[in-house]
């Protein structure tokens, strides 16, 4: 039996839990520096696949492919460009195989570190690098695409409607906010959340909201400023487990499972619609989230 489309489910009321972070789960597999991440869904299948399952024994109903970077603009770094396709169906089969049949896949499009600004792509070279990786993870088995960790407006517009326009993927599509010294919440564009959000619904995304660059509390603001101007949106939250600690030279994401699932009432009441994690979460992470999302009654709720 098909599975129903994502936003039907949030249509009636029910709250998602999505997954955790990628990038720091393949490094403590043994992915090594200067290696393409995205390659592993060749080489490593099993090994992504145990990612996908690990996520989804925690509770996760969906989860994200090993495709953040793998268009064809961030594959030529590693002289992968022309197996875009290959590398993308692989990194959706992992997941939809770790998935099953009853969980969601919502594959993984990241930003391609091309500048139209810059004038160092066109928007045809960039909407038809789009195309070909929403393709390839359509055909191996994802349901939705999830347009991360934009900055840009034209940049993600153009991801929104390659997938829209040459697949039948739903589109969510998330950017990423830094607080500013006013205490406002701006892209590394400028980009307000009001201004990010309707560009992407105008372009035809079907579920919007933000990912990475804070932890749930500040999390909490920028849903409460999305849901003020868009009432009737479907908001999913990437949340990083805290902001950034470095220790002896590393990065470290302070926030324990514990302290995320404490903020997982406060986001959902402010309008979230699908809660996950970012950097530095783990399935423990979303083990801890599932709980406290499963337990959840809003504010006004009667029972």
Not at 64 to 84: C, I, M, P, W, Y
Not at 186 to 208: E, F, K, N, Q, V
Request: with cysteine; proline share 4%.
């Amino acid at each position: 039996m098909a599975r129903q489309k994502i936003i039907d489910v949030l249509k009636i009321g029910k709250i998602l839990v999505s997954d955790g972070a990628w990038g720091t789960f393949l490094y403590q597999k043994g992915l090594n520096a200067g290696e393409c991440p995205d390659a592993w869904s060749l080489t490593h299948f099993d090994v992504v696949k145990d990612i996908a399952r690990s996520y989804i024994d925690a509770g996760s109903d969906m989860v994200e492919t090993n495709s953040f970077g793998a268009n064809r603009f961030k594959l030529e770094h590693f002289g992968l460009q022309d197996k875009v396709a290959e590398i993308n169906e692989a990194a959706a089969r992992a997941s939809r195989e770790a998935a099953g049949n009853d969980r969601y896949v919502i594959a993984s499009i990241g930003p391609t570190g091309k500048m139209l600004l810059m004038g160092d792509v066109t928007e045809e070279a960039l909407y038809d690098c789009f195309r070909e990786q929403a393709m390839a993870l359509e055909k191996g088995g994802a349901d939705a695409v999830c347009i991360e960790t934009m900055s840009d407006a034209d940049e993600a517009v153009l991801a929104i409607k390659a997938a829209k326009a040459n697949t039948g993927l739903e589109v969510i599509a998330t950017f990423t906010f830094d607080q500013t010294p006013q205490g406002e919440y701006r892209t590394m564009m400028g980009l307000s959340p009001s201004d990010a959000m309707r560009a992407a619904l105008d372009a035809g995304a079907d579920i919007i909201g933000t990912n990475c660059g804070n932890g749930m509390e500040r999390m909490i603001d920028i849903v409460k400023e999305i849901r003020a101007d868009f009432p009737e949106a479907y908001i999913l939250v990437h949340a990083n487990a805290g902001l950034p600690v470095l220790v002896n030279g590393v990065d470290t994401f302070p926030e324990t499972p514990e302290i995320m699932a404490s903020f997982v009432p406060t986001l959902l009441n402010a309008g979230a619609n699908i809660i996950g994690g970012c950097c530095g979460t783990t399935p423990e992470h979303i083990r801890a989230i599932t709980v406290g999302a499963k337990c959840f009654r809003p504010v006004n709720s009667e029972q």
